[in-house]
């Protein structure tokens, strides 16, 4: 069985990304696991810091599950057209010390996906993430994309994905994302 993680770079309460992470880790399929993660506890990075103190608990405890994962997803907000402060900062902490991104990220499987209350989902975020990868050495999924647009309608006031069409593409991209991360 293929073990993936999600990652949702969201910090806000009712964030759509959150809720779609939850929406995948609640549809159970036989080729795979899922496990939800988070990046609350992260602080900035700042090279000062690392060196005074080390690298802080929370960052150490996802890097562990994501060297532990098969495969990972990232799911990303998108503010003003580009990867969100915090998520990238996150990835930042991950790669550090350098000398661990081999081991964290090197060949690594890593899927994209996104949800929007705008019209083209998270297009843009997901595209720049594309370089951040690369750099770090990830092998990354393209064979499918989810951009979730007008997400905020496809919810209900708990969080759970409504939208039947929304939940079909998002289980597809997951078996077959599970198939490229077993390989």
């Given amino acids: 069985m ?9 910090l806000r309460k009712g964030s759509l990304n959150t809720a779609l992470l939850k929406a995948a880790t609640d549809i159970k399929a036989e080729e795979y696991t899922l496990e939800a993660a988070g990046i609350h506890g992260i602080p900035l990075y700042d090279g000062d810091l690392e060196e005074a103190e080390g690298i802080p608990a929370a960052v150490t405890a996802l890097k562990e599950k994501i060297i532990a994962a098969d495969g990972v997803i990232l799911f990303t907000p ?11 900062n996150t990835i930042d902490w991950l790669s550090r010390p350098s000398s661990d991104i081999g081991k964290v990220f090197g060949n690594k499987p890593f899927a994209l996906v ?7 989902g998270t297009l ?16 990354t999924f393209s064979e499918k994309r989810l951009m979730v647009s007008r997400a905020h309608t496809l919810f209900d006031g708990e969080g759970n994905l409504t939208d039947e069409a929304t939940a079909k593409r998002l289980g597809d991209l997951l078996v077959a994302f599970a198939r490229f991360a077993g390989k």
């Fill in 2 to 10: 293929v073990a993936l993680l999600g990652i949702s770079g969201s």
């Fill in 78 to 88: 998108e503010y003003n057209n580009g990867i969100p402060g915090a998520f990238k």
């Fill in 114 to 120: 996104g949800a929007s209350p705008g019209n083209f």
């Fill in 124 to 139: 843009l975020s997901q595209n720049a993430w594309l370089s951040v990868l690369h750099t770090l050495g990830c092998r």
